[in-house]
């Protein structure tokens, strides 16, 4: 019969999410967008605005966000208007748009980092060339979101992921330019990942007459 004494002495694993919010987080607001945007820009904090910036328009996840290399968004110097990457997950390329403000931020990114081809566009800490993490990502996150107010907790990489695709899905109701978008290889996925409910549906169904 086993030792009852050994049995209670064995210790218990802190499960993981203990004390954290977990799921899906949810997209920022397009005022919650703005309000970052400046107070990134009245910091002068260059980089992490072209950061902030190109993941809200790319809608990338977080590793190819970080992964990015300064060819993938400006292969002549400055920054183009469309942009391919391939991700990372699904092996798939995907197609993105850079906003006029975007490609402002990166390209006074670019002029002030002197950033070269073959070069990661956001690199870590660390002097030796490397990507930034995604932890570090993270971390970048949750001060732009606090300094507007927001609780941290509650946001996630994957909101900047979000927050465009969403605000194009409940302006357009087409499903399928959203998953084009993400690079989604189901529309299942694309319908789990909105969180799009029957309601959704029908209030946009109500929206089309025949």
């Not at 987080?25 to 002068?44: E, F, M, N, Y």
């Not at 403000?101 to 690199?123: H, I, P």
């Not at 930034?132 to 941290?152: C, F, H, K, N």
């Amino acid at each position: 019969m086993p030792d009852q004494n050994c049995l209670s002495a064995t210790p218990r694993r802190t499960p993981w999410n203990k004390g954290k919010l977990v799921g899906a987080k949810p997209p920022l607001r397009p005022k919650h967008v703005w309000s970052i945007r400046t107070r990134l820009l009245v910091d002068g904090r260059t980089r992490d605005l072209a950061l902030f910036n190109l993941a809200i328009d790319s809608k990338l996840r977080g590793c190819d966000v970080v992964a990015l290399k300064v060819e993938d968004v400006a292969p002549n110097g400055y920054a183009v208007d469309r942009a391919t990457v391939r991700q990372k997950k699904t092996g798939r390329p995907v197609k993105f748009e850079l906003t006029d403000q975007t490609r402002q931020a990166v390209d006074d990114y670019l002029n002030a980092a002197s950033k070269s081809l073959g070069e990661f566009l956001f690199t870590g800490r660390r002097a030796n060339g490397q990507c930034m993490t995604t932890r570090q990502y993270a971390r970048l996150l949750s001060e732009w979101v606090a300094s507007i107010g927001l609780d941290p907790k509650l946001f996630g990489t994957h909101s900047l992921r979000r927050t465009k695709a969403t605000l194009i899905y409940r302006r357009t109701g087409n499903l399928r330019a959203v998953q084009l978008l993400l690079g989604h290889t189901k529309i299942e996925s694309t319908v789990r990942y909105l969180g799009i409910e029957v309601d959704d549906a029908l209030s946009i169904a109500e929206q089309v007459e025949v």
